[in-house]
């Protein structure tokens, strides 16, 4: 049986576009409204723990404006 890996995508404009090419790539993809983030999924941690990861994609001009302003470290990364 082949288990197709589960990543939540959030809906909006800026992250929806990384839906498809996920789907083309064998994800089963949900479509969400995410507090932070763009794509998120669970993994295996040490000893079968479960751990969540989020990811925050961006353009440079992005990154350098969310850096200078300070939103990065201070409401993106931690709500990550």
Do not use: Y
């Not at 082949?2 to 959030?10: A, G, L, S």
């Amino acid at each position: 049986m082949i288990v197709r890996p589960r990543v939540r995508v959030d809906g909006r404009v800026g992250s929806k576009d990384l839906a498809g090419p996920l789907e083309a790539g064998g994800c089963e993809v949900e479509r969400v409204v995410m507090e932070a983030g763009d794509v998120a999924w669970e993994g295996n941690g040490p000893e079968g723990r479960t751990i969540h990861v989020g990811v925050e994609v961006k353009t440079i001009a992005d990154f350098l404006s969310s850096k200078r302003s300070g939103r990065l470290a201070g409401t993106q990364l931690p709500r990550l």
